[in-house]
Nanobody
Framework: QVQLVESGGGSVQAGASRRLSCAAS????????MGWFRQAPGKEREFVAA???????YYADSAKGRFTISRDNALNMVYLQMNSLKPEDAAVYYC?????????????????WGQGTQVTVSS
């Protein structure tokens, strides 16, 4: 079992930066692939970024060049550094974990989810 708690959301101006954090419980954190997803009002949940057990990273096209995912296995933490935020980045951001071998881009392949943290971006 893994419990995930996100933090770091808030209201920012367009062009600003924000770092989201996700604290994970459990002694086997390093064995999980970790992902960030987001869901805006009236829209489906979408993949943002993920990091594998060996710290390989994967990004949605909308996040490439602006967002950076990282993990600290010693602290059981995963981060999402978001730069040059746009109004279309506004959403509830969710941290997720999976021990499965495949499906890093698909939310359905993640077994554990946090409660989400709201990011609001004003123009």
């Amino acid at each position: 079992q893994v419990q995930l708690v996100e933090s770091g959301g808030g209201s920012v101006q367009a062009g600003a930066s924000r770092r989201l954090s996700c604290a994970a419980s459990g002694r086997t954190f390093s064995s999980y692939k970790m992902g960030w997803f987001r869901q805006a009002p009236g829209k489906e949940r979408e993949f943002v970024a993920a990091i594998s057990r060996d710290s390989s990273t994967y990004y949605a096209d909308s996040a490439k060049g602006r967002f950076t995912i990282s993990r600290d296995n010693a602290l059981n933490m995963v981060y999402l550094q978001m730069n040059s935020l746009k109004p279309e980045d506004a959403a509830v951001y969710y941290c997720a974990a999976t021990a499965r071998a495949a499906g890093i881009y698909r939310g359905g392949m993640y077994d554990y989810w946090g409660q989400g943290t709201q990011v609001t971006v004003s123009s």
